[in-house]
């Protein structure tokens, strides 16, 4: 069984850092198209960043130079680290993985305070 855990969320002032992970379960992440979307209250879940089997990365233009998606093939983990954040990265942040079938996680909460 599929299952992706993300964990990292909290809550910090606006120009801090968090690390946001996402554990896998029951398939490897490596070489998989895996993605971070976001969802802020009121709005439409959206894309954050992406990396893609052949280690490509893509960044949404609000993140782009301040969050950096990787993967560790040890703990079978994608990481997104958000770096100067701002108070509109606010919201519920869910990992993806595509393998055919679209797997989400359950979501982890980033409240960014001015």
């Known amino acids: 069984q599929v299952q992706l855990v993300e964990s990292g969320g909290g809550l910090v002032q606006a120009g801090g850092s968090l690390r946001l992970s996402c554990a896998g379960t029951g398939i490897t992440l490596m070489r998989q198209y895996m993605a971070w979307y976001r969802q802020a209250p009121g709005k439409q879940r959206e894309f954050v960043a992406r990396?893609?089997?052949?280690?490509?990365?893509d960044y949404a233009d609000s993140v782009k130079g301040r969050f950096t998606i990787s993967t560790e093939r040890a703990k079978n983990t994608m990481y997104l680290q958000m770096d100067n954040l701002k108070p509109e990265d606010t919201g519920v942040y869910y990992c993806k993985l595509v393998v055919g079938y679209t797997y989400w996680g359950q979501g982890t909460q980033v409240t960014v305070s001015s």
């Open positions: 990396v893609s089997p052949n280690s490509s990365t």
